[in-house]
């Protein structure tokens, strides 16, 4: 079935370092969602991609879906300790299901 | 309302009785989902309502777990003769125009289980 894989489970860096998720669905995407979760919170919407090879900025944050669109990246350049967190990624496949990845935690040491 | 509220925040409950969550979803939206979240893991999907549609219940894991859903307002989500996997936080979302146009979810605080 529908799977949607997301790596890796955790990563520490050190503040100022750069952090990357990725995200991997096993069949093409009509879209993808970026969420994050503060510890102790719920998720918080981020961003959607729709297009191949989309890519999108927030600040720090830079977003990617793939030309064949099955997967995505969400890259945090200079992280800080308000980056803490677990990212989640959401796709929308083409029977209009989401699947939500197992999230990459993140913590940064000041 | 400013969001999408969930009651109780927690429940603590004994093997083998019987928990309701509710989840007030922001005024509007037409779609409901509820989703679980165990310890440390990702969410794993429950339950989508959508405006007058038949829910989709593909994600519940047994027939302990059901959920209504009065129009497109409020929506209980009932386990039956809990179990201890059953402790999780148990999360609500609502969005606008549901999951055919990949609309932004929008979480409540959530509902802390625990089963004893």
């Known amino acids: 079935g529908q799977q949607v894989m997301q790596i890796p489970q955790y990563q520490h860096v050190q503040e100022g370092e750069d952090f990357t998720t990725y995200c991997n669905s096993s069949?093409?995407?009509?879209?993808i969602q970026w969420y994050k979760q503060r510890p102790g919170g719920h998720p918080v919407f981020l961003i959607q991609?729709?297009?191949?090879?989309e890519v999108k900025k927030q600040k720090r944050l830079t977003f990617q879906f793939g030309e064949a669109k099955k997967n995505s990246s969400l890259h945090i350049t200079a992280t800080q300790t308000t980056d803490v967190g677990t990212y989640f990624c959401?796709?929308?496949?083409?029977?209009?299901?989401?699947?939500f990845g197992s999230g990459t935690k993140l913590n940064v040491k000041p | 309302g400013a969001g999408v509220s969930q009651s109780p925040s927690n429940k603590v409950t004994e093997k083998g009785k019987d928990v309701e969550l509710r989840c007030d979803p922001i005024?509007?939206?037409?779609?409901l989902y509820w989703y679980r979240q165990r310890l440390g893991q990702g969410l794993e999907f429950l339950i989508y309502?959508?405006?007058?549609?038949?829910?989709?219940k593909s994600g519940l894991p047994s027939d302990r777990f059901s959920a209504e859903r009065t129009g497109e307002s409020v929506s209980t989500l009932t386990i039956q003769r809990t179990q201890q996997e059953d402790s999780a936080v148990y999360l609500c979302?609502?969005?606008?125009?549901?999951?055919?146009?990949?609309?932004?979810?929008?979480f409540g605080p959530g509902t802390r289980l625990t089963v004893l």
């Open positions: 979302a609502s969005s606008l125009a549901g999951v055919g146009v990949g609309d932004t979810q929008y």
């Open positions: 069949t093409t995407l009509s879209n």
């Open positions: 991609l729709v297009k191949s090879g």
């Open positions: 959401a796709g929308l496949d083409n029977f209009n299901k989401f699947y």
């Open positions: 005024s509007g939206h037409t779609a």
């Open positions: 309502f959508q405006g007058n549609s038949a829910p989709d």
